[in-house]
């Protein structure tokens, strides 16, 4: 692949519809890994709609690109269960008022913070960055929620339900995975700035070289049963078992 050709990808990985659509899927992300590590045969089937997907995506909006929200459905219901949800959804997963509104709170606090504020408002700083490398012998895109440039920094917002428990988090939604290929890519560390939705603390999280090294095993791993089930012309998909000892 040419410098140029490159370029231009880049260009329209910035497109989140590209980014996500027909487009980006051609490469590989951190988002398949769990896929191909666990149930290899249902890689890139389509992903029913999410409702922690939804949120996630208006928490990183109401951060990094406010100017973007009208993009968000939000209806104001108990539940998606209730006839109003159902029928002003149209079928889409939709945000909820009362999770918009916690949401919000959740950003407040999170830019009241001096230090993550500083972070990720910084002089020279850039939102949602992507990126195409090659690793282990495949293309993977990605996209950086912040690239602080003065700090040398790749920072990733996160939200969860018990922070005290985050580094467990961080290894069971690859985040290790993803901390080794973005860290790859940018040349730069990476870090991951964290809100818990319960309690409303605020941690900020580093990478050791053992779970950077973890994630780089993963990602090995990952490519290993891509080529496998949709390279190898000789393996029968058919013949694939789970074996483990109890």
Known sequence: MTDKQKVKILKELEDDEKYYGAFGRQYLSNSDIRALLNDPLNFKKPIVGNPNLVKG????????????????????????????????????????????DELQVLRDKLMAN????????????????????????????LKADIKNNTEKLVIDLKTTSNI???????????????????????????????????????????????????????????VDQYRLFYKNNDFDPAQYLVTKTL
Request: hydrophobic letters at 35%; one cysteine or more; proline letters at 2%.
């Open 57 to 100: 995506g208006y928490f990183h909006t109401l951060v990094l690109e406010p100017d973007k929200l009208e993009q968000y459905k939000i209806i104001e219901a108990g539940s998606r269960n209730t006839k109003a949800y159902k029928e002003l959804s149209g079928g889409e997963m939709c945000l909820l008022q009362k999770e918009a």
């Open 114 to 141: 001096d230090v993550c504020r500083e972070l990720i408002q910084d002089i020279d700083v850039e939102y949602e960055v992507p990126g195409l490398i090659e690793l282990g012998g495949e293309m993977w895109k």
């Open 164 to 222: 005290d428990k985050f580094a467990y988090s961080a290894k069971e939604y690859n985040y290790d995975s993803q901390a080794y290929i973005y860290s790859s890519y940018f040349n730069m560390d990476m870090i991951f700035i964290v809100v818990d939705k319960i309690s409303g603390k605020i941690g900020i999280f580093d990478c050791s070289s053992s779970f950077l090294e973890r994630g780089k095993e993963k990602v090995e791993k990952a």
